[in-house]
């Protein structure tokens, strides 16, 4: 009797542990659970920023776009752009959208640089990797500058 009254005790403590924690977040994009990015512009350290405003806005020139996808589960996909920037003055941004309707992303590359600032009138090379995230199941179209650059399966 006792020997069963340990054996269902450890059996219990086992299944429990096993269960998943109540405190657990949920995904607040219920089209696709668990997505660890819904807002591309999360983890984007060259988002606009709000002081921008004040700056001038100017090209990036562009020499390579490329999607890459990561193995992982969900898909995880990164927007790698190199090339460069008028001056060494000039900062980076990279604005990323939410797919629209039709699953266009549309990505708009750029640079911000201080008109009061005297900078050296050199090009200032840039090679960035932008975290896009996942998406929901389907096809999807990336934009950059508006210029298609890739169909992408998610």
Request: glycine share 2%; aromatic share 10%.
């Amino acid at each position: 009797m006792k020997y069963t009254a340990t054996l269902l005790f450890t059996l219990v403590f086992t299944i429990t542990a096993c269960a998943p924690n109540s405190d657990s977040s949920v995904s607040s994009n219920p089209s696709y659970p668990n997505s660890p990015n819904p807002d591309p512009s999360a983890q984007n350290e060259y988002a606009p920023q709000p002081s921008d405003s004040s700056l001038t806005r100017d090209n990036a020139f562009l020499d390579s776009k490329e999607l890459l996808t990561l193995e992982s589960f969900p898909l995880q996909f990164t927007l790698h752009l190199a090339g460069s920037l008028p001056t060494p003055c000039n900062q980076i941004r990279v604005a990323v959208n939410i797919p629209d309707a039709e699953n266009n992303l549309f990505v708009d590359v750029y640079s911000v640089s201080n008109p009061d600032r005297i900078c050296a009138q050199v090009i200032a090379p840039f090679d960035v990797s932008i975290p896009l995230g996942s998406f929901p199941p389907g096809k999807y179209l990336l934009w950059v500058n508006g210029e298609m650059i890739v169909e992408f399966q998610s």
